[in-house]
């Protein structure tokens, strides 16, 4: 990617003539450059992520762990990375609140390690947000995971509705396959509504069927990777809306069977 200096007035930033365009362009062109490029330069994953594990189409997940390059334009960009930052920013209030308030809350070990787990040979990972130890009596039993998550505010209304399983199944299946490898019996799952920052918090008890069916799904992700083998599409059809939604469809769906 190239950029030039602006200040010189020469120009163009992602094929954009910044001289055309507001102050206010310019210089979120620049944040999203920056961006882009500190995400690029940080090592690709050899590994299946737990966190993805609940996606529901294993075919996206086997390009993911290839590294298959998305179909042109559909790359990760500024606008995600700026979403994904801000969800960070948002999970470290929401410990410094509940530490505030008493829970004892760990999220990393004492050589300064994220908490987390392995396994498939190294080729299945997760790190967990943290464990919250002990804490007031609220009617949770402690140990139990701390799994956080920002939501919008339409997306954390439903997921107040429905619970987690019902409005957030990716989510669910996160905290399942973290709770089958953490060994814990339970979750505290924790969501802040971007918008008003109000909080939810529900436990998740483990559910080991659940988590084996995920942990089943890894392993033929893993073996179908290995084997240059795509898992089959989740749909009949490219119309589908989570295929519409993804950044392989064009790849997909103009592969051979
Ligand atoms: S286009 Fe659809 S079937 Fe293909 S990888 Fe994406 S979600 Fe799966």
Not at 3 to 10: E, T
Request: aromatic letters at 10%; charged letters at 25%.
């Amino acid at each position: 990617m190239d950029i030039v200096d602006l200040n010189h007035g020469s120009g163009f930033v992602y094929g954009i003539d910044t001289r055309e365009v507001s102050i206010a362009q310019r210089i979120n062109v620049l944040i999203d450059v920056a961006l882009v490029r500190a995400h690029r330069d940080q090592p690709a994953r050899d590994y299946l992520g737990a966190s993805r594990l609940g996606e529901p189409c294993a075919r996206r997940l086997a390009y993911e762990i290839t590294h298959t390059l998305p179909d042109e334009g559909r790359d990760i960009d500024g606008a995600m990375l700026r979403v994904f930052e801000a969800g960070h920013r948002f999970e470290v209030l929401s410990i410094e609140w509940l530490r505030a308030a008493g829970f004892d809350l760990r999220t990393r070990r004492r050589d300064g390690s994220q908490f987390g787990f392995t396994a498939a040979g190294g080729r299945l990972r997760g790190h967990i947000d943290g464990v919250i130890v002990a804490g007031p009596d609220v009617g949770v039993r402690w140990p139990a995971l701390f799994e956080h998550k920002a939501l919008n505010a339409k997306s954390w209304s439903d997921l107040v509705k429905r619970g987690v399983r019902s409005a957030k199944p990716i989510y669910f299946a996160q905290v399942q396959i973290y709770l089958a490898y953490m060994e814990l019996a339970h979750a505290l799952f924790t969501a802040m509504n971007k918008d008003s920052q109000e909080l939810y918090h529900e436990v998740v008890p483990f559910d080991p069927a659940a988590a084996q069916a995920l942990s089943d799904k890894a392993v033929e992700i893993l073996r179908a990777a290995d084997a240059a083998e795509l898992p089959p599409r989740i749909a009949a059809d490219a119309d589908f809306y989570l295929c519409r939604a993804c950044e392989y469809a064009k790849r997909c769906w103009e592969t051979r069977p």
